[in-house]
């Protein structure tokens, strides 16, 4: 009956900006891939696939490849990305739910808690390079100590810079920030150009997804996290916390944000950069390709108070649902997704980052040390995939109590911090 309400629940949810097992169901448990090797079986069977729009790309990129070198066929489904969670929710209800499902990150733990995916723990294991696969994806997708999904495909927070902007201000178009003094600092040195329509920076400031996957490595990096290991308590008043905060109303009082900001949901909050108007901002690491056909980007991971780098493990995970009855067929997808010919000929080809630490240094990351530098830090021990259940409601949706506490510290009333931090732990822990 709860996981009947679970996905009740979730067929109401509507996906966030941003842009979380095992099941009963009448069934018994979801069953772990069995009876075959590390790679499970290729025997020409049909597959289904879900993924939500803005992977489109990868996707299609990783399925044609696959399809191509073997006799299992894989039909993908691209589903609107407002329309994932509500699809997933009511098919996890009626037992339909495809072979394979990926899934915002930040949903994973939420749905392995409510069961929607099978045991991949003993299958994981066998796979000569386990250690090496994203921890963070890997952990995101771990309950009561079972494994349930692998990484998709990943999506990074770094720092873009405008090399243009920052020559014509005086900065090392070589050199973006170290800390966030020196992140305000250039900023701040881009807006006294006094350039029409031209800004030191931009956030979403009316975006909970954005401000998580780009403000929170500014934590990790300095040190410090935003929750506690459970995932049910913010610790979004710490000090380092603090310092960010301070540092993004110092830039609006400056008149370094760009107005729009404010307002801004998270649908328009990369534009302004690409078109040449922003010196400097936190951004998605796969957005590198496009914003770089109108602009000389600079890259850098995320800093810290102090110094230290990071950045927000987001992108989706994938797993094989409860309701798959070709288990073995569809973890060779699975196992296949992990292989190199499919990290480095096909992801890191397309400029995505690899899953895997020891393909971060390819031929392709090799041919443009910016790809080299995202892939670094994602390898780095302060980059991190937070978990907690109700990620969703605290941070993500409209209008969650984290949209309120940010939304206060750029714009409104500063001394709410506690009273503000204390409400996401109000949802955290329910």
């Known amino acids: 009956m709860r996981r009947i309400l679970v996905w009740t629940a979730l067929a109401a949810l509507?996906?966030?900006?941003?842009?979380?097992?095992?099941?009963?169901?009448?069934?018994?448990?979801?069953?772990?891939?069995?009876?075959?090797?590390?790679d499970g079986v290729d025997?020409?069977?049909?597959?289904?696939?879900?993924?939500?729009?803005?992977?489109?790309?990868?996707?299609?990129?990783?399925?044609d490849a696959y399809n191509k070198s073997h006799k299992n066929q894989v039909k993908l489904t691209i589903v609107p990305n407002d329309d994932y969670v509500a699809k997933v929710g009511a098919a996890?209800?009626?037992?339909?739910?495809?072979?394979?499902?990926?899934?915002?990150?930040?949903?994973?733990?939420?749905?392995t808690e409510a069961g929607l995916f099978s045991d991949l723990t003993e299958s994981i294991a066998k796979l000569p390079y386990a250690d090496k696969i994203n921890q963070g994806h890997l952990t995101a997708g771990t309950h009561e100590g079972k494994k349930y999904v692998l990484p998709f495909v990943l999506d990074l927070s770094v720092i873009f810079w405008n090399k243009a902007l920052y020559k014509e201000a005086g900065l090392d178009p070589e050199k973006g920030p170290t800390t966030l003094d020196e992140f305000k600092q250039q900023a701040l040195a881009v807006q006294n150009l006094k350039k029409a329509d031209t800004y030191g920076t931009y956030f979403g400031g009316n975006c909970g997804g954005c401000n998580v996957f780009t403000w929170f490595p500014m934590v990790w990096a300095s040190g410090e996290d935003v929750m506690d290991p459970e995932g049910?308590?913010?610790?979004?008043?710490?000090?380092?916390?603090?310092?960010?905060?301070?540092?993004?109303r110092d830039l609006q009082t400056a008149g370094a944000i760009a107005p729009g900001s404010k307002d801004e949901t998270g649908a328009t909050w990369v534009a302004a950069f690409q078109e040449g108007k922003i010196?400097?901002?936190?951004?998605?690491?796969?957005?590198?390709?496009?914003a770089s056909k109108t602009v000389d980007v600079g890259v850098t991971g995320i800093p810290g108070v102090s110094g230290g780098q990071s950045t927000f493990v987001g992108g989706d995970g994938i797993g094989?649902?409860?309701?798959?009855?070709?288990?073995?067929?569809?973890?060779?997808?699975?196992?296949?997704?992990?292989?190199?010919?499919?990290?480095?000929?096909?992801?890191?080809?397309g400029n995505s980052t690899v899953a895997r630490t020891d393909l971060a240094d390819n031929q392709y990351s090799a041919k443009d040390p910016r790809v080299a530098t995202i892939n670094k830090v994602a390898g780095l021990?302060?980059?991190?995939?937070?978990?907690?259940?109700?990620?969703?409601?605290?941070?993500?949706?409209?209008?969650?109590?984290?949209?309120?506490?940010?939304?206060?510290?750029?714009?409104?009333?500063?001394?709410?911090?506690?009273?503000d931090n204390e409400a996401v732990t109000q949802v955290l822990g329910q």
């Open 14 to 38: 509507m996906a966030g900006p941003l842009v979380a097992c095992s099941s009963e169901g009448g069934q018994g448990e979801a069953q772990a891939p069995t009876g075959a090797g590390v």
């Open 279 to 290: 010196g400097v901002m936190p951004y998605p690491a796969t957005l590198l390709p496009t």
């Open 320 to 349: 094989i649902s409860k309701d798959a009855e070709k288990t073995q067929q569809a973890w060779n997808f699975m196992a296949w997704l992990m292989s190199e010919k499919a990290q480095v000929d096909v992801l890191a080809a």
């Open 232 to 248: 049910k308590k913010s610790l979004l008043n710490g000090s380092a916390s603090q310092k960010v905060y301070s540092t993004w």
């Open 43 to 63: 025997d020409g069977s049909e597959l289904t696939l879900w993924t939500r729009a803005p992977l489109e790309l990868q996707a299609k990129a990783l399925v």
């Open 381 to 419: 021990p302060t980059s991190k995939t937070p978990v907690a259940v109700n990620f969703q409601q605290a941070f993500n949706a409209p209008g969650s109590p984290w949209v309120t506490l940010l939304r206060n510290q750029v714009y409104g009333d500063a001394s709410t911090l506690e009273k």
């Open 92 to 111: 996890a209800g009626s037992g339909d739910l495809p072979d394979l499902f990926a899934a915002d990150i930040v949903y994973v733990p939420n749905w």
